[in-house]
């Protein structure tokens, strides 16, 4: 199981009464690492107060020229200081890996669905080359040239 603190996890807020099926765009910049996995958001199966809903629906409508998105579904512990302590929160969990090697920009659309109401994101992904060398904390290796 992931450990994930919950203030970190994008929250799609459903409208109470009833909601109109609409989409908008929200415009999502990060920067990754070429090769290494970075995690982009985790929208859980969950509302603000804690009950569960259906698990979230992700589909990729731009794929990235020079990486991957990766959607996993995971459950992650609550963090002590979040709106549900302690308790386990299934959801979906998307990544970005940028193809070794790269350097440069990147960019990818994808859809989410919860309930009726559709948002689109749009990464917009500033890659920098990986570092060569272990990673902090990570046990001494050697690179072979």
Do not use: W
Not at 77 to 88: I, L, N, R, V
């Amino acid at each position: 199981m992931r450990v994930i603190p919950l203030f970190t996890v994008a929250f799609i807020i459903l409208a109470a009464g009833e909601a109109s099926a609409q989409t908008a765009t929200r415009l999502e910049s990060v920067k990754v690492r070429a090769g290494i996995a970075q995690k982009i958001a985790f929208y859980p199966a969950a509302k603000r107060d804690c009950t569960r809903t259906p698990l979230p629906e992700i589909r990729l409508i731009n794929e990235p020229r020079h990486g991957r998105v990766i959607v996993q579904r995971v459950s992650i512990k609550a963090a002590a200081d979040s709106a549900c302590p302690g308790q386990t929160i299934p959801g979906q969990l998307i990544l970005f890996i940028a193809n070794p090697g790269y350097q440069g920009r990147d960019s990818a659309l994808y859809a989410v669905r919860v309930s009726n109401q559709d948002a689109q994101v749009k990464l917009d992904v500033e890659v920098a080359p990986r570092p060569l060398g272990p990673r902090p904390g990570s046990p001494n290796r050697t690179i072979d040239l």
